[in-house]
């Protein structure tokens, strides 16, 4: 089964190091609000989702969702979260550390795209 979303090694050391701090940890899609379109880490619970919200997987114990609509553009592309330097303009937890979440992408192949993991 091919996953939708991917995590790089350095985010998951960013995203222990907020776990220690905050506890369980959750991570939505942002739909470009505040801070273009990227992935915003909160505490487990804090962001309230609702069924406008899709659920596309599990990245290092953390559940990640994106709204439908936000999805409907992406359902064609695997997302890697990163990190890179620079304050961004969020409410993501990682903005005081002077960091921010990023999401990497590429098109699934057609290979792929028949043992894509299920969305909820």
Known sequence: ?????????????????LREKHGPLMFHQSGGCCDGSSPMCFPKGELMLNDTD????????????????????????????????GRGSSFSLEIPLGIR?????????????????PIS
Do not use: P
Not at 9 to 16: M, P, Q, V, W, Y
């Open 1 to 17: 089964m091919v996953e939708r979303v991917l995590i790089t090694e350095e985010a998951k050391r960013i995203i222990n190091s």
């Open 54 to 85: 899709v659920y596309l997987g599990t990245i290092h114990d953390c559940e990640f969702y994106m709204s439908k609509d936000q999805f409907e553009y992406w359902k064609h592309t695997q997302l890697t979260v990163d990190i890179v330097k």
């Open 101 to 117: 979440f990023v999401i990497k992408s590429r098109i699934f192949t057609e290979e792929e795209i028949a043992v894509l993991s």
